[in-house]
């Protein structure tokens, strides 16, 4: 079962499960062909109404990343655009250090989450894409 788990972020709990099921696809945890658990699995493990992983897993399907099979479940059929799965693990090590550094500085993870947001806003403002 591919670990899944909810946040009190103030995102809706269909979006927390897209998010991370789209993070494994991109991060290639989870590769074309891979089966993603059944409804009733994610509901047993998260305690989570059935209707949310129904909601999540359509908005994957919208996105043409996964498709629903009649009684095989739901499959995923592609990797988004985006860096490859070594690129990522590697902006990905990048940013643990960062974190790291922010902390020996003596940042609290909101002072670390403002920081991040500016610098998502900045780069919105030059044009960027922001995930």
């Known amino acids: 079962m591919i670990p899944l788990r ?11 499960i897209a998010q991370q099921v789209r993070h494994l696809i991109v991060s290639g945890v989870l590769t074309p062909g891979d089966q993603l658990p059944t409804v009733k699995e994610v509901v047993a493990t998260l305690a989570i109404n059935p209707n949310t992983v129904f909601k999540s897993y359509r908005e994957l399907e919208r996105e043409g990343l996964v498709e629903g099979r009649p009684g095989s479940g739901t499959f ?7 860096p490859r799965p070594g690129q990522l693990a590697s902006m990905g090590r990048a940013l643990d250090a960062w974190v790291a550094e922010a902390r020996d500085a003596g940042l609290d993870d909101q002072s670390i989450e403002a920081m991040l947001r500016a610098a ?4 919105g403002e030059r044009g960027e894409a922001i995930a």
């Open 76 to 82: 995923v059929l592609r990797r988004p655009d985006g």
């Open 6 to 16: 909810l946040d009190r972020t103030g995102v809706p709990p269909y979006r927390q």
């Open 120 to 123: 998502l806003r900045a780069g």
